[in-house]
């Protein structure tokens, strides 16, 4: 069955302190694993895509990193307007829908 | 990236009445769009797929004749919540996905928080 599984489930940092988000998957076949970003009572924003093993991204602060078996979503610095809900999400493939992790919970104290 | 609008944000009606949440994909061509729910503090519940033109596919425990959903173009999906009691009464969010060439990323609306009173 395919799962995702992300780690911690909240993560309360410093202004300043980078850190990491973990999401670990187990797929038949991965076709693409996103990243997403959801503020309270709004959807998910689109953060990245990732495709194959070795693949990075970056954007501002945030960059999101690909193995076989999980994915890193590295915060350097972070503002306390980085706070929000972090999703990742899978597609297998041949399949249509994503399959999503829980998400972190991500607070940046001041 | 690519832009997907959801109406109404919000809504509040009385229980027995419907209410129609309606998803537009305002960039691009949506072949395939997808209905959640979420709860307080949990992830996105997929409760439907639909494709354009054709019927949707409800995930298990899903009752279809409680949600209703019609993706009658490729930029317009709805999704109406028949006879709406107090339990229905949760965070609805749409997703569409831009499917010219290999593209994969899903992108998502605002959501719409319904309250039923």
């Known amino acids: 069955e395919d799962q995702v599984t992300q780690s911690p489930e909240a993560l309360r940092l410093q202004e300043g302190e980078s850190s990491s988000l973990n999401c670990s998957y187990t797929?038949?076949?991965?076709?693409?694993l996103f990243w997403y970003r959801q503020d309270p009572g709004k959807g998910p924003e689109f953060l990245f895509t990732?495709?194959?093993a070795g693949e990075e991204k970056e954007k501002e602060r945030l960059k999101a990193t690909l193995t076989k078996k999980e994915s890193f979503l590295h915060i350097t610095a972070p503002k306390p307007e980085d706070s929000a809900t972090y999703l990742c999400?899978?597609?297998?493939?041949?399949?249509?829908?994503?399959?999503f992790g829980q998400g972190t919970r991500l607070t940046i104290n001041p | 990236g690519a832009v997907v609008s959801q109406h109404p944000s919000r809504v509040i009606c009385k229980s027995g009445t419907s209410v129609k949440i309606e998803c537009r994909s305002l960039?691009?061509?949506?072949?395939?769009m997808f209905w959640y729910r979420q709860f307080p503090k949990q992830s996105l519940m997929l409760m439907a797929t639909?494709?354009?033109?054709?019927?949707?596919?409800?995930e298990q425990g899903v009752e279809k004749d409680k949600f209703l959903i019609n993706h009658a173009s490729l930029t317009l999906s709805t999704l109406t919540v028949t006879s709406a009691h107090p339990e229905d009464s949760s965070f609805y969010i749409c997703?569409?996905?831009?499917?010219?060439?290999?593209?994969?990323?899903?992108?998502f609306g605002q959501g719409t928080r319904l309250t039923v009173v």
């Open positions: 997703s569409a996905r831009d499917m010219q060439g290999s593209n994969t990323e899903a992108f």
């Open positions: 797929v038949s076949g991965l076709r693409g």
């Open positions: 990732l495709y194959s």
């Open positions: 999400a899978v597609i297998p493939q041949g399949a249509q829908k994503l399959v």
């Open positions: 960039d691009f061509q949506a072949t395939t």
């Open positions: 639909s494709n354009e033109g054709s019927k949707a596919t409800y």
